[in-house]
């Protein structure tokens, strides 16, 4: 391998620098004629061995092919034209060494193994001008030819790499150039690595003995390489006075990482990765206390529905029996199966726990009828509501509780009275004021109160009994639209004011549900006194029916073609807010006798008050209104692929959520929604009442303008015109005069 | 919600009352799949019914590469004949806003432009279109309010590259119980409003990659989704009270949830009293 002719010079700056140096005279000497000498066993071994060490292990070799390379930098340039035909490792060497050259000043070196950065990084800095380092590895490269087959990332995450001080093609390589600004502080420490004689023909080989040389203060390492990995790994070691981490670790549990895992892409997550495996450092510690308090709510709950599923206690076989005899329990599961049909109602599961929790319910109160009723939603919790009936007379502990109530509060009115009467002296005026007659709501099991519903927020947790519903509650309720909270005991914050609580607003909504939408298969009910007549009687109309014991059902195309196939079962709800209407003038005795003006004056209003009165029990759903142009109801098939399966479903407009099905002799209602009636219009809230008048407004108190000069001058003017035609004609003027002078 | 786990999904939402039929569901196993064939989506979405007065529309969304460019929408009569629908316009959604009442369940449907706006009315007749607005117009312009509005995303759930596009985050491992309970863990999914008027204090708190949409909290009015546990309290599921109907599920600490409508397809106009 001759030397090129451009080699001298940079060779002679070199050689100067060995001078400098005062080391290596052994080098100045190899520069003079000795010149083809080493190159004898230079570039056999050196070259190579300069060549490949990234592949070897970091073997304890005398620091020849250090100063050899050095001294070779032209035989190693000299093989650099060979670029192509070259190994790719030689090649990948060379750009590993082009790869670190980061230093300004060290392209000259670029060509230069790694190896020979460690023995001579300060020179390498020293020698030449400063160039810009990653200009020329570019150059270097197209040269080596090789980068062409490597794809722009390769080379941009070189690069990056590069600039992150990772060499890609040096994974295992220690960073001299890290090291050179480590190393490069101290004067001595540079020539450590190439320090006295190692070769037995060199002057002074031999002479060398550990603790005699001038340079023993500092660490002796021949071998170079060991002592950058050595360094390398220190500095990788060292811990994050942040987080306590340090690199090495972090690197090595994320490459067992990958490495375990195999993830497809690796490159493109792995700063993901990287931040996952910090992130599982601290997550054990902090696991143990977080989770303390999150699993409790959702274990909870499933105790509670895991008890649903835990037959009572002390049951005996004749209850069992019995059960399976006749139970109100409804058969839930059948309704949700056809209900699914059409696609409406809760998931599987949620509706067994719901049958599971009226069975419980069943078991606790006397019921002689029970039905799932639907689910209302709320904002916090939902409302599961179950449509019951007792059995006679098993209600009246309730209806004996209120009548204590009701006349209590009577009692207080006697005693106000005749406090009243004391003081009416010195009484300011009273008020004339009468509220509206209270409208007494029906009797339980009656009307809009026929069924009695218990409510839950989810199966599992107790039923809870709702209050009978009011005329009043039922008249506010159709003024107000407000969200249900979920919890029973929330104010109702409206206007005009709810009377009641969530509790009664809940069952004010279920009442106007169920009388608006409840519907049958026409001929299912039938009135008990006549079989199949739907006569109406007058203004009281029928309250009972009952089930037809010859219903014949009629076919599905026929329940959902027309409307007239179906009825309601429930009554509807007067204005009043009652089903049967009340006449709140029909004065009691005890009335009469508080009432004594007034009463003449209302006497004139009860022929007013018309009766109110609603479609009869049992009416056909044609003689619903729609809203607007919607029809009330929307029938459709549950599928038109199948028809003789099918089942007749019906969906309310006027209360979104409401369903009803029919499939042969089998009907059910249920809804689901958030327990509002639709209409078209925005919801606009009542107005508050205009202010009221304190007093009669008169002509003796209301304000005038006074009169201004000229009115008064003009007035004056028409009273003289006046009195001076009222002087011609009579002849008392002086009566007139007079009065004038007193006028003014 | 992803057409692959739908049967899954409607399970998880099925709280509200509203669903699928087994029919529907076995259609739309098979006619999504299709659809991802024919359209060539890489997701395709069951987004959810709207309920018509004589029929419902089932619509599904596709989506391509970037999860947030403008998505493809169909709808179907009986989930298994699919029409693509128009992209929405500006002024579709400005027209379709004045509209009130059901959806008719009939796509040529014409609503008269007179009744609702006279002003526009004579306007359109003077440039020579007509004055109406149809249904199929109305059901475009809904649909994309309500992805706008009110179509949700667990946090993490999806990242932004450089670039600008949107990928699923393969390391979205859920919300935990106790973030999932939170209105902040959720974006919506469509471009950001409030993003910029954040304080810088907030900003800095922003992850680029995940935070770059808006969350739930600052949603007008306050209050308008509802958070609740259910199952046992093993699904978070969300329903939002301005669009009644439309329900989001997450299962915390998986990676399944989705949204999906089932409604009338109105806005809920009278949310603030209602609250």
Same mark, same amino acid.
């Given at each position: 391998?001759?030397?090129?002719?451009?080699?001298?010079?940079?060779?002679?700056?070199?050689?100067?620098?060995?001078?400098?140096?005062?080391?290596?005279?052994?080098?100045?000497?190899?520069?003079?004629?000795?010149?083809?000498?080493?190159?004898?066993?230079?570039? %056999?071994?050196?070259?190579?061995?300069?060549?490949?060490?990234?592949?070897?292990?970091?073997?304890?070799?005398?620091?020849?092919?250090?100063?050899?390379?050095?001294?070779?930098?032209?035989?190693?340039?000299?093989?650099?034209?060979?670029?192509?035909?070259?190994?790719?490792?030689?090649?990948?060497?060379?750009?590993?060494?082009?790869?670190?050259?980061?230093?300004?000043?060290?392209?000259?070196?670029?060509?230069?193994?790694?190896?020979?950065?460690?023995?001579?990084?300060?020179?390498?800095?020293?020698?030449?001008? =400063?160039?810009?380092?990653?200009?020329?590895?570019?150059?270097?490269?197209? $040269?080596?030819?090789?980068?062409?087959?490597?794809?722009?990332?390769?080379?941009?995450?070189?690069?990056?790499?590069?600039?992150?001080?990772?060499?890609?093609?040096?994974?295992?390589?220690? =960073?001299?150039?890290?090291?050179?600004?480590?190393?490069?502080?101290?004067?001595?420490?540079?020539?450590?690595?190439?320090?006295?004689?190692?070769?037995?023909?060199?002057?002074?080989?031999?002479?060398?003995?550990?603790?005699?040389?001038?340079?023993?203060?500092?660490?002796?390492?021949?071998?170079?390489?060991?002592?950058?990995?050595?360094?390398?790994?220190?500095?990788?070691?060292?811990?994050?006075?942040? /987080?306590?981490?340090?690199?090495?670790?972090?690197?090595?549990?994320?490459?067992?990482?990958?490495?375990?895992?195999?993830?497809?892409?690796?490159?493109?997550?792995?700063?993901?990765?990287?931040?996952? $495996?910090?992130?599982?450092?601290?997550?054990?510690?902090?696991?143990?206390?977080?989770?303390?308090?999150?699993?409790?709510?959702?274990?909870?709950?499933?105790?509670?529905?895991?008890?649903?599923?835990?037959?009572?206690? @002390?049951?005996?076989?004749?209850?069992?029996?019995?059960?399976?005899?006749?139970?109100?329990?409804?058969?839930?599961?059948?309704?949700?199966?056809?209900?699914?049909?059409?696609?409406?109602?809760? /998931?599987?599961?949620?509706?067994?726990?719901?049958?599971?929790?009226?069975?419980?319910?069943?078991?606790?109160?006397?019921?002689?009828?029970?039905?799932?009723?639907?689910?209302?939603?709320?904002?916090?919790?939902?409302?599961?509501?179950?449509?019951?009936?007792?059995?006679?007379?098993?209600?009246?502990?309730?209806?004996?509780?209120?009548?204590?109530?009701?006349?209590?509060?009577?009692?207080?009115?006697?005693?106000?009275?005749?406090?009243?009467?004391?003081?009416?002296?010195?009484?300011?005026?009273?008020?004339?004021?009468?509220?509206?007659?209270?409208?007494?709501?029906?009797?339980?099991?009656?009307?809009?109160?026929?069924?009695?519903?218990?409510?839950?927020?989810?199966?599992?947790?107790?039923?809870? =009994?709702?209050?009978?519903?009011?005329?009043?509650?039922?008249?506010?309720?159709? #003024?107000?639209?407000?969200?249900?909270?979920?919890?029973?005991?929330?104010?109702?914050?409206?206007?005009?004011?709810?009377?009641?609580?969530?509790?009664?607003?809940?069952? +004010?909504?279920?009442?106007?549900?169920?009388?608006?939408?409840?519907?049958?298969?026409?001929?299912?009910?039938?009135?008990?006194?006549?079989?199949?007549?739907?006569?109406?009687?007058?203004?009281?109309?029928?309250?009972?029916?009952?089930?037809?014991?010859?219903?014949?059902?009629?076919?599905?195309?026929?329940?959902?073609?027309?409307?007239?196939?179906?009825?309601?079962?429930?009554?509807?709800?007067?204005?009043?807010?009652?089903?049967?209407?009340?006449?709140?003038?029909?004065? /009691?005795?005890?009335?009469?006798?508080?009432?004594?003006?007034?009463?003449?004056? #209302?006497?004139?209003?009860?022929?007013?008050?018309?009766?109110?009165?609603?479609?009869?029990?049992?009416?056909?759903?044609?003689?619903?209104? %729609?809203?607007?142009?919607?029809?009330?109801?929307?029938?459709?098939? /549950?599928?038109?692929?199948?028809?003789?399966?099918?089942?007749? $479903?019906?969906?309310?407009?006027?209360?979104?959520?409401?369903?009803?099905?029919?499939?042969?002799?089998?009907?059910?209602?249920?809804?689901? @929604?958030?327990?509002?009636?639709?209409?078209?219009?925005?919801?606009?809230?009542?107005?508050?009442?205009?202010?009221?008048?304190?007093?009669?407004?008169?002509?003796?108190?209301?304000?005038?303008?006074?009169?201004?000069?000229?009115?008064?001058?003009?007035?004056?003017?028409?009273?003289?015109? +006046?009195?001076?035609?009222?002087?011609?004609?009579?002849?008392?003027?002086?009566?007139?005069?007079?009065?004038?002078?007193?006028?003014? | 919600?992803?057409?692959? !786990?739908?049967?899954?999904?409607?399970?998880? $939402?099925?709280?509200?009352?509203?669903?699928? !039929?087994?029919?529907?569901?076995?259609?739309?196993?098979?006619?999504?799949?299709?659809?991802?064939?024919?359209?060539?989506?890489?997701?395709?979405?069951?987004?959810?019914?709207?309920?018509?007065?004589?029929?419902?529309?089932?619509?599904?969304? @596709?989506? %391509?590469?970037?999860?947030?460019?403008?998505?493809?929408?169909?709808? !179907?009569?009986?989930?298994?004949?699919?029409?693509?629908?128009?992209?929405?316009?500006?002024?579709?959604?400005?027209?379709?806003?004045?509209?009130?009442?059901?959806?008719?369940?009939?796509?040529?449907?014409?609503?008269?432009?007179?009744?609702?706006? +006279?002003?526009?009315?004579?306007?359109?007749?003077?440039?020579?279109?007509?004055?109406?607005?149809?249904?199929?117009?109305?059901?475009? +312009?809904?649909?994309?309010?309500?992805?706008?509005?009110?179509?949700?995303?667990?946090?993490?759930?999806?990242?932004?590259?450089?670039?600008?596009?949107?990928?699923?985050?393969?390391?979205?491992?859920?919300?935990?119980?106790?973030?999932?309970?939170?209105?902040?863990?959720?974006?919506?999914?469509?471009?950001?409003?409030?993003?910029?008027?954040?304080?810088?204090?907030?900003?800095?708190?922003?992850?680029?990659?995940?935070?770059?949409?808006?969350?739930?909290?600052?949603?007008?009015?306050?209050?308008?989704?509802?958070?609740?546990?259910?199952?046992?309290?093993?699904?978070?599921?969300?329903?939002?009270?301005?669009?009644?109907?439309?329900?989001?599920?997450?299962?915390?600490?998986? =990676?399944?949830?989705?949204?999906?409508?089932?409604?009338?397809?109105? #806005?809920?106009?009278?949310?603030?009293?209602?609250?």
């Amino acid at each position: 391998m001759a030397e090129p002719p451009g080699e001298p010079p940079p060779q002679a700056v070199l050689r100067g620098e060995g001078q400098e140096r005062g080391l290596g005279e052994h080098l100045r000497r190899a520069d003079s004629p000795d010149r083809p000498e080493p190159p004898q066993w230079g570039p %056999g071994q050196p070259p190579l061995e300069g060549f490949e060490p990234e592949r070897e292990p970091r073997q304890p070799q005398p620091s020849e092919p250090a100063p050899a390379s050095y001294r070779y930098r032209g035989v190693r340039r000299g093989s650099e034209p060979q670029g192509p035909d070259q190994d790719p490792s030689q090649l990948q060497d060379r750009r590993g060494s082009v790869g670190q050259t980061r230093a300004p000043g060290e392209a000259p070196y670029q060509w230069q193994s790694p190896f020979q950065h460690l023995s001579d990084p300060r020179g390498a800095e020293q020698a030449s001008p =400063k160039l810009q380092v990653p200009e020329i590895s570019i150059s270097q490269r197209d $040269v080596l030819g090789q980068d062409s087959d490597k794809a722009p990332e390769a080379r941009q995450s070189m690069y990056q790499s590069y600039a992150l001080g990772l060499d890609p093609y040096q994974t295992q390589e220690p =960073k001299p150039a890290y090291q050179t600004h480590v190393v490069g502080d101290d004067p001595y420490e540079a020539d450590e690595p190439r320090r006295g004689p190692y070769q037995p023909h060199e002057p002074g080989y031999g002479l060398y003995q550990s603790g005699y040389s001038p340079y023993d203060d500092q660490v002796p390492d021949p071998k170079s390489r060991t002592l950058a990995i050595q360094n390398a790994k220190a500095y990788l070691l060292k811990s994050s006075t942040t /987080s306590g981490l340090n690199l090495y670790d972090h690197l090595a549990s994320m490459l067992t990482k990958i490495l375990d895992e195999q993830p497809t892409n690796a490159v493109d997550i792995i700063e993901n990765i990287s931040k996952d $495996v910090k992130w599982a450092q601290f997550q054990k510690k902090m696991d143990t206390l977080r989770d303390e308090h999150e699993i409790l709510p959702t274990f909870e709950a499933a105790e509670k529905r895991k008890a649903l599923f835990l037959q009572a206690n @002390g049951e005996g076989d004749e209850e069992l029996e019995e059960e399976i005899g006749e139970t109100p329990l409804p058969n839930v599961m059948e309704t949700a199966f056809y209900f699914e049909q059409a696609g409406i109602g809760l /998931s599987k599961d949620e509706s067994y726990h719901i049958f599971l929790a009226l069975k419980k319910l069943i078991s606790v109160q006397p019921i002689q009828t029970c039905r799932f009723w639907g689910k209302i939603l709320g904002l916090e919790m939902n409302y599961i509501i179950a449509e019951v009936q007792y059995h006679e007379g098993e209600e009246e502990e309730e209806t004996e509780e209120e009548e204590v109530i009701e006349e209590g509060g009577k009692g207080m009115d006697e005693v106000e009275d005749e406090d009243e009467e004391k003081e009416k002296e010195d009484e300011p005026p009273k008020s004339t004021y009468k509220p509206p007659p209270v409208i007494p709501k029906e009797e339980n099991g009656t009307g809009a109160n026929k069924y009695v519903y218990f409510v839950c927020n989810e199966p599992g947790k107790p039923w809870v =009994k709702l209050p009978p519903v009011t005329p009043a509650q039922i008249i506010c309720a159709r #003024k107000i639209k407000k969200f249900f909270t979920g919890r029973l005991d929330a104010p109702v914050v409206s206007f005009p004011p709810f009377p009641g609580n969530e509790a009664n607003y809940l069952r +004010a909504q279920i009442a106007r549900i169920s009388a608006g939408t409840q519907i049958s298969p026409i001929g299912f009910y039938q009135f008990a006194e006549e079989e199949g007549d739907e006569e109406e009687d007058g203004g009281g109309g029928r309250d009972t029916f009952e089930e037809n014991p010859d219903f014949q059902p009629l076919s599905v195309a026929e329940m959902v073609d027309s409307l007239s196939t179906w009825v309601h079962h429930v009554q509807s709800i007067l204005k009043q807010g009652r089903c049967v209407w009340f006449n709140p003038f029909q004065k /009691s005795e005890e009335e009469e006798e508080e009432e004594d003006d007034e009463e003449e004056e #209302k006497a004139e209003e009860p022929d007013e008050l018309q009766q109110e009165t609603g479609p009869p029990l049992l009416t056909p759903l044609s003689e619903d209104e %729609g809203i607007q142009n919607i029809p009330a109801w929307t029938a459709q098939p /549950s599928t038109n692929l199948i028809p003789q399966h099918a089942v007749a $479903v019906l969906q309310s407009n006027r209360w979104p959520g409401a369903y009803a099905f029919a499939s042969g002799k089998k009907f059910d209602n249920i809804y689901f @929604g958030w327990g509002h009636k639709y209409s078209p219009e925005n919801h606009t809230p009542a107005l508050p009442p205009p202010v009221q008048a304190e007093y009669p407004s008169e002509p003796e108190i209301t304000e005038t303008r006074d009169p201004t000069l000229e009115e008064e001058l003009a007035f004056k003017a028409a009273k003289e015109a +006046a009195l001076a035609a009222a002087e011609e004609e009579e002849d008392e003027e002086d009566v007139e005069e007079d009065e004038e002078e007193e006028d003014d | 919600m992803e057409a692959v !786990s739908l049967l899954a999904a409607l399970e998880l $939402v099925a709280g509200g009352g509203a669903g699928l !039929s087994p029919e529907k569901r076995a259609a739309l196993g098979s006619s999504l799949l299709l659809l991802q064939r024919d359209y060539r989506f890489e997701r395709v979405w069951f987004w959810g019914c709207i309920q018509g007065v004589r029929g419902a529309y089932y619509i599904a969304e @596709g989506l %391509g590469s970037d999860r947030a460019a403008p998505r493809s929408r169909l709808y !179907s009569f009986n989930c298994v004949e699919w029409s693509l629908l128009p992209p929405a316009t500006k002024e579709m959604v400005a027209q379709a806003e004045q509209l009130k009442g059901r959806f008719q369940g009939d796509p040529s449907f014409e609503y008269e432009y007179t009744e609702i706006n +006279a002003e526009d009315a004579e306007r359109l007749i003077e440039d020579g279109k007509e004055p109406v607005i149809k249904e199929e117009a109305r059901l475009v +312009a809904t649909i994309e309010q309500i992805d706008r509005a009110v179509g949700i995303i667990p946090r993490g759930a999806f990242v932004k590259t450089p670039l600008g596009s949107v990928h699923e985050n393969r390391n979205f491992e859920g919300l935990s119980l106790t973030e999932a309970k939170k209105l902040s863990s959720y974006f919506h999914f469509t471009e950001p409003v409030n993003l910029k008027n954040k304080t810088l204090l907030e900003k800095a708190d922003l992850d680029p990659s995940t935070d770059f949409l808006d969350s739930l909290e600052h949603d007008i009015p306050q209050g308008s989704w509802t958070v609740q546990l259910e199952k046992g309290g093993t699904v978070v599921v969300l329903r939002s009270l301005l669009w009644l109907g439309l329900t989001f599920y997450h299962v915390p600490m998986t =990676k399944q949830y989705g949204y999906i409508y089932f409604g009338s397809g109105e #806005k809920n106009l009278d949310l603030p009293f209602m609250i």
